[in-house]
């Protein structure tokens, strides 16, 4: 059972991480903005000035922390990242293991002022999702040009944030493109959402546990048995690494 005084100082602690947080993401969603028409590489140094800045924030406001396993296994270029997505803690700092990244998010997304043109000038592939198998064919092709140039996909087969110790079908677009462009799959685990978990303003202390795992050639493999290999490994590693402690702290248990 947490005390109501323990939450108070968590509240507290994570507001000062937001006071922190928020006015630099601005600064840097601006600067990239203006950017665009520069290299990506300097581009990216203003993403991982952001991500290092948030990570550290997070670290000495809210006391959490993360460890990473599985880093031996990243291709040297070329490929998919799938992730378990339960949290927005991912959505920053996944970016810190690899670049460059090309994001695949909703259209919608970069119409947001500052944050959609910071992603517009990051080049993600933004798709209208509403119109089916065209967005499907738009995803493989801009998926395979960015590949092929050695940049690496990231996409949250879940689609939407997922509490701890829920499953949500996995959608088939990550694995229809690498069926089709040959390219491998890497797929993470992590257990961010029982630290800083959806909708929630308290990050608990702790540090999170990331594990990324061996690549999943596609292969003589459907689409829909790429997409069921990663779902299976990415379910079963997040039970391995789940902190049953922090589970009943969150309300989960």
Not at 140 to 163: A, C, W, Y
Not at 188 to 198: S, V
């Amino acid at each position: 059972m947490v005390s109501p005084l323990y939450k108070l100082w968590l509240g507290l602690r994570s507001t000062v991480f937001w006071i922190l947080f928020l006015p630099v993401m601005l600064i840097s969603a601006t600067v990239l903005s203006l950017l665009f028409f520069l290299p990506l590489n300097l581009r990216i140094a203003v993403i991982r000035f952001w991500i290092a800045y948030s990570l550290f924030c997070l670290r000495i406001t809210c006391g959490l922390n993360y460890s990473v396993e599985g880093l031996e296994n990243i291709p040297k270029q070329g490929f998919i990242v799938m992730s378990k997505h339960s949290s927005t803690w991912e959505t920053i700092a996944i970016q810190r293991f690899f670049r460059p990244l090309i994001w695949v998010v909703k259209r919608e997304l970069t119409w947001i002022p500052f944050f959609g043109w910071a992603l517009k000038a990051m080049n993600v592939i933004a798709l209208n999702r509403g119109t089916g198998r065209k967005a499907i064919n738009q995803l493989i092709k801009e998926s395979q040009n960015h590949m092929d140039r050695g940049r690496i996909l990231m996409l949250f087969p879940e689609g939407t944030r997922v509490m701890p110790m829920q499953r949500k079908p996995f959608k088939m677009g990550g694995a229809i493109v690498s069926q089709r462009t040959g390219y491998a799959v890497l797929p993470i685990a992590h257990n961010a959402g029982e630290f800083w978990p959806r909708h929630s303003w308290i990050k608990w202390p702790g540090t999170i546990r990331v594990v990324i795992g061996k690549p999943i050639e596609p292969e003589g493999k459907t689409p829909e048995e790429i997409v069921g290999e990663v779902g299976n490994w990415i379910v079963s590693e997040c039970e391995k690494i789940s902190d049953e402690s922090q589970l009943r702290r969150i309300g989960v248990l």
